[in-house]
């Protein structure tokens, strides 16, 4: 069964450092999506993403996020200067043209010291 | 604006006992959809149910069963004879359809805690 896959599974980056959080959606889906979990929190949507372009954006996705289709398999979203505030699991998702489901990635668990 | 409250914070019951978890949504919009999403300790989400909003019908798997009622805005999950593996914290969410954008925006979750 096909699957949405997150690199790294666990990434510790220092304060003020870049980091690039990795995902290869379903390789037919057209929407693909991030979203943050803080440590025993609600999940929150950051970002959406279709035909080349951010579609909506939370209030959370400030200027220090960016994402990118760099290469039409992978999709990914970076954070300029890291803050501690930003240790969190990011969750990639993607979907289908009609599903309207989600799938959903295992997550990448950010650590920011 | 929309927004998706489940009111339970943790539960706890011992194993075999009947349990539901409670979703209340609000939305403006008359297509939308509704999610159940469970996270267990390792931490991934995992899909359990997408319902439409034009099809009231509950809906059981195995063990698991939904209520969807539009009258009262619920999306309520029960989970019948429980086991010690149900124990996961459980989102319900909620998705309009608008301009090709199906965010989800997700309930705080309910801890669920089945003891043996």
């Known amino acids: 069964e096909p699957e949405v896959t997150q690199t790294p599974s666990h990434q510790v980056t220092q304060m003020g450092q870049e980091v690039i959080l990795r995902c290869v959606p379903i390789?037919?889906?057209?929407?693909f999506y991030w979203y943050r979990q803080i440590l025993g929190q609600k999940v929150e949507f950051l970002v959406s993403?279709?035909?080349?372009?951010?579609?909506?954006k939370s209030e959370i996705f400030d200027d220090q996020f960016s994402v990118e289709r760099p290469d039409g398999s992978n999709f990914t979203l970076k954070i300029r200067s890291t803050k501690l505030e930003d240790s969190a699991m990011y969750f990639c998702?993607?979907?289908?043209?009609?599903?309207?489901?989600?799938?959903f990635g295992p997550g990448t668990r950010l650590t920011v010291t | 604006a929309q927004k998706v409250t489940q009111a339970q914070t943790e539960i706890s019951v011992v194993e075999k006992e009947d349990v539901t978890l409670d979703c209340v949504y609000e939305?403006?919009?008359?297509?939308?959809?509704l999610f159940w999403y469970k996270q267990p300790p390792s931490g991934e989400l995992v899909f359990l149910i997408r319902?439409?909003?034009?099809d009231e019908q509950n809906e059981i798997s195995g063990r698991y069963s939904w209520n969807f009622q539009k009258s009262t805005s619920s999306f309520n999950f029960t989970i019948t004879a429980s086991q010690v593996v149900d124990s996961a914290v459980y989102f319900c969410a909620l998705s309009e359809a608008r301009d090709s954008n199906y965010q989800l925006i997700w309930g705080a979750g309910t801890k669920l805690i089945i003891k043996p």
């Open positions: 319902r439409n909003s034009f």
């Open positions: 993403f279709y035909n080349n372009e951010i579609s909506e």
């Open positions: 939305t403006r919009d008359t297509t939308y959809y």
């Open positions: 390789s037919n889906h057209l929407y």
């Open positions: 998702a993607s979907t289908g043209q009609t599903s309207y489901e989600q799938y």
